[in-house]
């Protein structure tokens, strides 16, 4: 699944510099194609949204209607003015596989390969944490309108260690908004992550970083497959 031209030596020493990379042609081309297809084509979204105050995703098979929809995305932005928001559309892998969801879906495969032997001892080599042990994940899909603002992924419930983006949508555009941001204490951004097509984005936790909202004209959606590798 993933490709076997990585220079792992390089992005070790990357990351361990910068705490942050992207990593460019990560999944072997059928793979991205495959999954990439399947987010587009298959996978039954649910909304992530935070227009009440809480994180809240809408339960399996009850994607708010249009009018519903709107409604939520107007509360998050009048919220926003003053307080932590988000929108986008999520489809949440780890509750899907404990609970049986959809089991025609490819990308429960993906969560039992970054689950594996192999691929937690390439994250703790390529991180050099070898505290690593799990990895959990989502499938994410951000249209016009929907966006995350800054925030640092600190939790400390579940230890994650470092989170990663494995992006799925091809010729993303800079005017196109869906930019992974990286920012310092006075509100600069650091660096910016454009969604590039079958790249790994990967950074320590906790970083302040925020995906940027996503504007009108976008030509389709912007496709991941997210998550985060655990200690303990
Ligand atoms: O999709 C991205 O680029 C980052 C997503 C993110 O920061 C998150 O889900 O916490
Ligand atoms: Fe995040």
């Known amino acids: 699944m993933i490709s076997n031209d990585i220079d792992i030596d390089h992005w070790r020493r990357a990351l361990a510099q910068h705490a942050r990379i992207q990593i460019p042609d990560f999944l072997q081309p059928a793979a991205a194609e495959t999954l990439a297809r399947e987010l587009a084509e298959r996978v039954p979204w649910q909304l992530a949204e935070r227009s009440s105050g809480e994180a809240r995703t809408t339960p399996r098979g009850a994607y708010p209607d249009d009018a519903d929809y709107a409604r939520l995305l107007q509360h998050g932005y009048a919220r926003a003015a003053n307080a932590y928001q988000f929108a986008y559309d999520s489809y949440m892998l780890v509750k899907a596989a404990k609970e049986g969801w959809d089991p025609d879906l490819l990308v429960h495969g993906v969560l039992r390969f970054l689950n594996a032997p192999q691929f937690i001892a390439f994250a703790r080599l390529l991180s050099g944490d070898e505290a690593i042990s799990r990895t ?7 249209r016009p309108g929907q966006y995350l603002m800054p925030h640092d992924d600190q939790d400390d419930t579940e230890g994650r260690r470092y ?16 930019q992974l941001q990286f920012l310092d204490n006075d509100g600069d951004v ?19 970083h925020q995906v940027t909202f996503v504007v009108p004209w976008v030509a389709h959606p912007r496709h991941a497959i997210t998550g985060w590798w655990l200690a303990g």
Not at 163 to 178: E, H, K, T, Y
Not at 190 to 208: A, C, G, H, K
């Open 136 to 142: 959990v994940l989502q499938c994410t899909r951000y």
């Open 163 to 178: 989170a990663f983006v494995i992006n799925l949508s091809r010729d993303w555009r800079p005017d196109w908004g869906g």
């Open 190 to 208: 650091l660096e910016t992550f454009l969604p590039r097509w079958n790249s790994l984005s990967l950074f320590r936790v906790p970083q302040r």
